[in-house]
């Protein structure tokens, strides 16, 4: 898609967060159309450069960092001098959007909490993504992924019911809450363009984890407080009845989502299944439904049990890893995967933007900055 | 103002990933139409966990349909149909989440609408798109968390593959709806013209994996390994993970392992000195750990860690949480009611807008509950 029929062309960003939740806002913002420009502190810059997946090192940048602040660019100063504020300021005087994820009172020691800059602009809109609010015991506490994930409850839902607390192994709620904190950002953009107001946009990742969670939490608040159960095995949804889950078949796994017992049974052979009649049951009875049909689908390969179940339109699939379902035609067509490049010449492949707008995908080559890339040029075109 | 108000969304989609789209929207200022099958209303209605019920209803329907009316219109009617097209002149956005090929067979395509109302954002939900051989297949949570990789992430290595326990897919399908949508909404600012915005659940569920995927992309593409035991995530070197302790479990995140071991008061095996170990030798490190960390209560390692700042959590569950004041100052709950009185506690939209939380008394519709209001508001 060409640059200039992006939605957000022309919408500027001032983007000081660090590590994940809110960069992952800006991240999306800019694949929309908007520039980003990365505050960034001097020596270390982003945190999340030196935050290493696997110990992977990417043209001398963490795997993590490269994919999270491609499509931006990097401005280097200290906001503790006050030439380096009156710089930021300028700044933001032309810009449309501030977003900052820092702990509690060190966006004012900075000197950029909201009260500050919409003295500067009064028109901007002001994001900010904290860990667990702004008020009560824990605000202060970090808003690091995994923990919101122990906080909230989350790690009840997953695995099987033995298995302790299992967190989802990749971080949703510093994803999800930058996700909302980019919708209130938009909102309020679109808001703007009526009314000419500027806002404060405000995201916890606490917030966020319990929104994610609404079916679950609703549904203690209804059955009275009742615990969290799993399933004993082949668990998927703690609050679904069989079949929901994942089984082992004789060479590989499959994924069965909702269908009626009986008529599974009917469908796969496994006359056991027929003496759970009753809707009510599948939940019930869960348990020992699932370990008759987990010794069942073992006997046989995952393309045999698919061979029956997909015509009859039972909702299944067969598992995958990354390298199986990239090889498949279904993932090709998608174009899903989009190489970027850094200013230096240094190419890499990443993931492009999930939305499709008017038939075109929104992609970039660009990749992410070297710290302080771009301060000469951003302090001549902006005159700072 | 709320940021939303004055847009109107028809909302043709069902069961989560679209109507989830469309209750953040909803509770974003705009108003939100249902338009369902006559008397059944939209499929969801029957999707029930732990068999709970509001009304004819299932509560996680009414947990994802709350503050939206509902319109019942039977589009394979022709007269039904027309009425329809005079709501989407005057609408601003419609969701819809039907099998490629069923909106042009109803006479509800982009080209159709786009013709109707040109100003109009057109929001599709897919499975996995609406090209290429799976085009056609049910597009499930469950079964995009399967084929997506998703599933490798998550439990211990010797775990079966692992889904994540709640709605992942349609959950951030539906935030990646209405993503596009507002900026559609920012763009049309611009040219007066709408927009057609869709998205799939695998598309998005690939999004949610976009470090690890780029990681193993640059990596030689090595696929993940999950730790042997306590695993949190898969590419993130020891501590990193869940451990038990002597009445329950900890979480321990981001912790450089030396100042975890002085904390707790041992020594560091020389084996494990050297920082590049700490992802290599994962389980060993992991195994060390667990047997001295089990010796004593949470509340024990926790008032250590938190003291040093070092990145660690109790475990919760709904009961601690919800019970906890650091969740009561949130005021994240609040109470819905149907226009039959009844009542259903619920969690709030978790944005707040110019120091705001956005609450809404209104619970979800009937089918057909609005359509007398609507057919008069609209002139159908």
């Known amino acids: 898609m060409n640059k200039i029929n992006k939605p957000l062309d ?51 940048q963490s795997s993590m960092f490269q994919a999270i602040n491609r499509n931006k660019q990097s401005y280097q100063v200290n906001l503790k001098s006050d030439e380096g504020r009156e710089k930021v300021y300028k700044l933001i005087k032309q810009a449309d959007i501030v977003i900052q994820n820092f702990r509690p009172d060190v966006a004012e020691r ?23 609010g702004k008020e009560g015991v824990w605000k202060n506490k970090p808003g690091l992924d995994m923990l919101l994930q122990a906080v909230s409850g989350l790690t009840q839902l997953n695995g099987n019911q033995n298995a302790g607390p299992v967190p989802i192994g990749l971080a949703v709620i510093d994803i999800l809450s930058g996700a909302h904190l980019c919708q209130g950002v938009l909102a309020c953009l679109h808001r703007k363009l009526n009314t000419g107001e500027g806002a404060r946009v405000e995201v916890s990742m606490l917030e966020s984890a319990l929104e994610y969670q609404f079916e679950s939490v609703t549904a203690f608040f209804r059955d009275g407080g009742e615990p969290t159960i799993r399933a004993k095995s082949n668990s998927a949804h703690a609050y679904l009845g069989a079949p929901y889950g994942i089984y082992q078949t004789k060479n590989g796994y499959i994924a069965l989502a909702m269908g009626q017992i009986p008529f599974l049974g009917e469908l796969l052979s496994c006359d056991a299944l027929l003496n759970y009649p009753e809707v009510e049951s599948w939940f019930t009875q869960r348990d020992e439904i699932k370990d008759i049909l987990g010794d069942h689908l073992k006997t046989k390969d995952t393309q045999d049990w698919l061979n029956v179940l997909e015509p009859a339109d ?6 995958m890893d990354w390298k199986t379902l990239f090889d498949t035609e279904a993932f090709k067509i998608l174009k899903m995967i989009q190489e970027v490049e850094m200013s230096d010449g240094y190419k890499s492949k990443t993931t492009r933007c999930p939305i499709e707008i008017n038939n075109e995908y929104l992609t970039s080559e660009i990749g992410a900055p070297f710290l302080g890339e771009h301060n000469n040029s951003i302090e001549k075109e902006f005159s700072l | 103002m709320l ?41 969801g209605r029957q999707i029930a ?34 009425k329809v097209k005079q709501l989407i002149a005057q609408a601003d956005v419609m969701t819809h989440n039907f099998r490629p090929g069923v909106m042009e067979k109803i006479g509800l395509d982009y080209d159709v609408v786009s013709a109707i109302n040109p100003r109009i954002i057109y929001g599709v939900v897919s499975g996995y798109s609406a090209k290429g051989p799976w085009a056609k297949k049910p597009g499930q949570d469950l079964l995009i968390q399967s084929l997506s990789g998703l599933v490798h992430l998550t439990g211990n290595a010797d775990d079966n593959p692992t889904a994540s326990g709640l709605a992942t897919s349609d959950i951030f399908t539906g935030v990646h709806l209405v993503q596009g949508i507002l900026a559609a909404l920012i763009g049309r600012h611009k040219t007066g013209k709408g927009a057609k915005v869709e998205v799939s659940l695998l598309e998005s569920t690939l999004d949610i994996q976009f470090e690890v995927i780029t990681t193993y992309l640059n990596d030689g593409n090595q696929l993940p390994q999950r730790a042997k035991q306590g695993s949190a995530h898969a590419y993130i070197k020891a501590p990193y993970g869940i451990y038990e ?27 494990f000195a050297d920082k590049a170990t700490w992802f290599d030798k994962r389980d060993d490190i992991m195994a060390f750990l667990a047997p001295i960390l089990k010796k004593e209560n949470s509340k024990h390692w926790l008032d250590i860690f938190e003291a040093k700042d070092l990145f660690c959590s109790a475990v919760n569950t709904y009961k601690d949480l919800l019970n906890h004041e650091g969740y009561k100052a949130l005021k994240m709950d609040q109470e819905v009611e149907t226009s039959d009185g009844l009542k259903m506690k619920t969690t709030r939209c978790p944005i707040r807008i110019d120091g705001e939380r956005l609450f809404s008394r209104k619970s979800a519709p009937k089918p057909g509950e609005d359509n007398t209001i609507i057919e008069q508001e609209f002139n159908l």
């Open chain 1, 10 to 60: 022309g919408i500027l960003v001032v983007d000081f967060s660090q590590y994940l939740s809110a960069p992952s806002a800006s991240l999306r913002l800019a694949d929309l159309g908007a520039r980003v420009i990365k505050i960034e502190q001097p020596e270390t810059g982003d945190l999340c450069r030196d935050l290493y997946f696997s110990n992977l090192v990417i043209n001398g």
């Open chain 2, 3 to 43: 940021p939303l108000k004055g847009i109107t969304v028809l909302e043709f989609a069902q069961f989560m990933a679209g109507p989830s789209a469309g209750l953040k929207m909803a509770d974003l200022g705009a108003r939100v139409i249902k338009i369902e099958r006559p008397g059944t209303g939209e499929a």
């Open chain 2, 49 to 82: 966990i732990k068999n709970l019920f509001i009304d004819e209803s299932s509560m996680v329907f009414h947990t994802a349909n709350r503050n939206k009316q509902s319109y019942a219109a039977n589009l394979k009617d022709p007269n039904d149909l027309a």
């Open chain 1, 110 to 132: 900075l000197g950029i909490d909201f009260d500050t800059i919409k003295g500067i602009k009064s028109d901007i809109i002001y994001a900010e993504l904290s860990g667990y």
């Open chain 2, 245 to 271: 302790t002597k009445d329950g479990h900890i979480a321990i995140a981001l912790v450089p392992l030396n100042e975890l071991t002085d904390a707790m008061g041992i020594q560091l095996p020389t084996e």
């Open chain 1, 314 to 319: 039972i909702w299944c699939a067969e598992i």
